[in-house]
């Protein structure tokens, strides 16, 4: 079928709305009729070739050696159209979030209850289909890569059913797309990853998306204090909406102006990094204000190319801190999307606050713009 399509053809190119062709599902697919995308700076990230593998693996995996043309999006939520042979889990009309990491539930991660690192994780960056290795998505002659293996800038996707989560018909679609990916994350990255108890002091540097699921995720764990750092005043103001009791611009800020006082030169039990862009003096900044003891998590995902960060290593070890990486806020896909959607619809949980607007499929390069300059807290592309 022909489907618009929000597509990037080159590095630093722009979202271009083109006519696609996306064949029907083989075996184990889905066709979703979407609903709502969300667009998170992964997206830019993946368009300023970013999120990428190197070009000898990408020729391994997928027949050329760049990632390019390209589908983008990775979070949102539609319903199911049609089912391929061999579906087991999802039916026609059954409302669906999707996952940027598919959960095959057979692979030693996911039986081990950890299918946010489940092994077809490793076919996220581009490449065929990974129920049978052929393409579904062309441009023309050529065949198109989709981000995670979704592509949710597209009226339509065809995808396997491991990266589908299926969500009762009454909980919103817009919110389900939110917390697909971005909300989700920053909330593990807090519960999960970050072990935040009650009484800890956290701190939250970069308050967008994941930033505001992060301060939602400490809130909700009984953080007594959530510091929420932002070079931008509008995400701190919107921070202290949802739960952060205390804002400021920079590390240095909280730790002259608010921690001394705060908990009396303790520091930070967690802190808990979502920015956009994660650059290496920012994670000796974060170590800077935890306590000893304490946990730095990093859930900002850095350029590709990134290998060397500032850390001093000997306050590290003298402090016994831990610095620790997660995807998906270490928490199960099918577990914390429901679980968050639930905790929306009974008016306990922030995701609408966080829509700063909603775009066209035409607009996914305006919407780009206004994630960059700041505008956007979160944009929200509706089909
Ligand atoms: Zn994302
Ligand atoms: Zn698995």
Same mark, same amino acid.
């Given at each position: 079928?022909k489907?618009?399509a929000?597509?990037?053809?080159?590095?630093?190119?722009?979202?271009?709305?083109?006519?696609?062709?996306?064949?029907?599902?083989h075996?184990?697919?889905?066709?979703?009729?979407?609903?709502?995308?969300?667009?998170?700076?992964?997206?830019?990230?993946?368009?300023?070739?970013?999120?990428?593998?190197?070009?000898e693996?990408?020729?391994?995996?997928?027949?050329r050696?760049t990632?390019?043309?390209?589908?983008?999006g990775?979070?949102g939520?539609?319903?199911?159209?049609?089912?391929?042979?061999?579906v087991?889990?999802?039916? +026609? /009309? @059954?409302? &669906? %979030? !999707?996952?940027?990491?598919?959960?095959? =539930?057979?692979c030693?991660?996911?039986?081990?209850?950890?299918?946010?690192i489940?092994?077809w994780?490793?076919?996220?960056?581009?490449?065929?289909?990974?129920?049978?290795?052929?393409w579904?998505y062309h441009?023309?002659?050529?065949?198109?890569?989709?981000?995670c293996?979704?592509?949710t800038?597209?009226?339509?996707?065809?995808?396997?059913?491991?990266?589908?989560?299926?969500?009762?018909p009454?909980?919103?679609l817009?919110?389900?797309?939110?917390?697909?990916?971005?909300?989700?994350?920053?909330f593990?990255?807090?519960?999960?990853?970050?072990?935040v108890? +009650? /009484? @800890?002091? &956290? %701190? !939250?540097?970069?308050?967008?998306g994941? =930033?505001?699921?992060?301060?939602q995720?400490?809130?909700?764990?009984?953080?007594?204090?959530?510091?929420?750092?932002?070079?931008?005043q509008?995400?701190?103001?919107?921070?202290?909406?949802?739960g952060?009791?205390?804002?400021?611009?920079?590390?240095?800020?909280?730790a002259?102006?608010?921690?001394?006082?705060?908990?009396?030169g303790?520091?930070?039990?967690?802190?808990?990094?979502?920015?956009?862009?994660?650059?290496?003096?920012?994670?000796?900044?974060?170590?800077?204000i935890?306590?000893?003891?304490?946990?730095?998590?990093?859930?900002?995902?850095?350029?590709?190319?990134?290998?060397?960060?500032?850390l001093?290593v000997?306050?590290?070890?003298?402090?016994?801190?831990?610095?620790?990486?997660?995807?998906f806020?270490?928490?199960?896909?099918?577990?914390?999307?429901?679980?968050?959607?639930?905790?929306?619809?009974e008016?306990?949980?922030f995701?609408?606050?966080?829509?700063?607007?909603?775009?066209?499929?035409?607009?996914?390069?305006?919407?780009a713009?206004?994630?960059?300059?700041?505008?956007?807290?979160?944009?929200?592309?509706?089909?």
């Amino acid at each position: 079928m022909k489907v618009n399509a929000a597509v990037v053809t080159e590095e630093y190119g722009p979202w271009r709305t083109e006519v696609i062709e996306i064949d029907e599902p083989h075996a184990h697919e889905v066709k979703v009729k979407m609903a709502y995308s969300g667009l998170c700076f992964s997206d830019e990230s993946l368009r300023h070739g970013n999120i990428t593998l190197d070009p000898e693996v990408l020729e391994m995996i997928s027949g050329r050696r760049t990632m390019f043309p390209v589908v983008g999006g990775h979070e949102g939520s539609g319903i199911v159209e049609s089912v391929g042979p061999e579906v087991t889990t999802l039916a +026609p /009309g @059954d409302h &669906v %979030a !999707v996952s940027f990491i598919p959960s095959c =539930g057979k692979c030693e991660y996911c039986v081990s209850g950890r299918s946010y690192i489940c092994d077809w994780g490793a076919t996220t960056v581009a490449g065929p289909m990974i129920s049978d290795g052929t393409w579904r998505y062309h441009l023309g002659e050529e065949n198109l890569n989709r981000m995670c293996q979704l592509g949710t800038f597209a009226e339509y996707m065809v995808v396997h059913e491991a990266s589908l989560i299926r969500v009762e018909p009454w909980l919103d679609l817009r919110a389900a797309a939110l917390i697909s990916c971005g909300v989700s994350t920053g909330f593990g990255s807090a519960v999960n990853r970050g072990g935040v108890k +009650p /009484g @800890d002091t &956290v %701190a !939250v540097i970069g308050c967008g998306g994941v =930033g505001s699921g992060a301060i939602q995720g400490a809130v909700m764990a009984g953080a007594r204090a959530v510091i929420a750092i932002d070079t931008n005043q509008s995400k701190i103001d919107r921070a202290l909406k949802i739960g952060a009791t205390h804002g400021c611009a920079t590390t240095l800020d909280a730790a002259f102006n608010i921690l001394p006082e705060l908990t009396w030169g303790k520091l930070c039990d967690v802190v808990i990094i979502t920015v956009d862009n994660l650059t290496s003096e920012l994670v000796e900044q974060a170590r800077s204000i935890t306590a000893k003891g304490g946990v730095v998590v990093i859930t900002s995902a850095a350029a590709h190319h990134l290998t060397t960060i500032e850390l001093n290593v000997f306050m590290l070890s003298m402090t016994n801190q831990e610095i620790r990486g997660t995807v998906f806020g270490s928490e199960n896909p099918r577990i914390q999307v429901p679980r968050l959607l639930r905790l929306h619809h009974e008016g306990k949980f922030f995701i609408d606050e966080l829509i700063t607007r909603e775009y066209s499929i035409d607009e996914v390069q305006k919407a780009a713009d206004d994630l960059a300059s700041g505008e956007n807290l979160r944009g929200v592309i509706r089909f």
